[in-house]
């Protein structure tokens, strides 16, 4: 793990997200920041496009520029060689566009406040890149003060993981850290079928070596399951594999988000399925 990718938009909430990726990269051995600051062009710019357009980028350049003098002085910022990156594009394209271009381990993005989780996912952008990104992003929530992640949780389906290299993220945050990873299979059956039984096995054989439990929890709700299970055990955060586009409406459902919003105030790792 080498590289961390913080969009910003100048904001507290994205400050927020970036002391955290400092403290956790610090922890677990990254020693590269780069930092994204999106501009978009207004949407009647008249005649004048092109002016606006370099306008928009040099007024982010040097905003930019002195926010990098700024971030150096922080704590930890010695860690890391920190970059900025400037863009005159919709935030979702330019994210995606500026991770192709460097290949970051991991992007680290920031919530609203007390809106939680639930504004987060459901927010144009935010959503819009746990969608599209190959990359592991990791959602840090607004008011979360950073402390060692010593217990996670990951939300597991038990269904055929093409390529396990997928948790790759996963397993070195636990392994840096020495986190407790718990894998929590929610079903409205506590029995496994054989399909299921296979899909423990590998997952306990893929994290071999790491402080480790699996627990089945039956509910008809995954949201439900996982909150009972949140009751029960402290947790540092929760990791979840997207499988498809549908993944997080699964999961986190517009009916639940207040619910959700209420009581999900933990960081979020979300890692897109690779291909085999």
Known sequence: MKKILVPTDLSENANHALRYAMKLGKQTGFD???????????????????????????????????????VKSWEDAEAFDIHIQSSVDDAVSAIRDYANKI????????????????????????????????VPVLVIPGDVPFHKITSIAF???????????????LKNLCIALQARLHIVHVASDSSLNIEESKEKSDLLSYFHGLQLQFHSITSESIYTGIEIFMQDFDLDAIAVLS???????????????????YRTFLPLLSMKELSA
Request: aromatic share 6%; no cysteine; hydrophobic share 40%.
């Open 32 to 70: 590269e920041i780069f930092l994204l600051n999106a501009t978009t062009v207004p949407v009647n710019p008249g005649d004048t496009l092109l002016p606006v357009t370099k306008l928009l980028l040099e007024d982010s350049q040097k905003q930019m520029a002195e926010f990098l003098t700024e």
């Open 103 to 134: 290949q970051p381990d991991l992007i680290v993005m920031g919530t609203k406040g007390t809106s939680g989780i639930g504004e987060f996912l459901f927010g144009t952008v935010s959503a819009a890149v746990l969608e599209q990104s190959d």
């Open 155 to 169: 939300a597991a389906d038990l269904k055929n993981i093409e390529n396990m290299d997928s948790l790759r993220i």
């Open 243 to 261: 499988r498809r586009r549908n993944f997080f409406e699964k999961i986190f459902h517009t009916s639940m988000s207040k619910r959700i919003a």
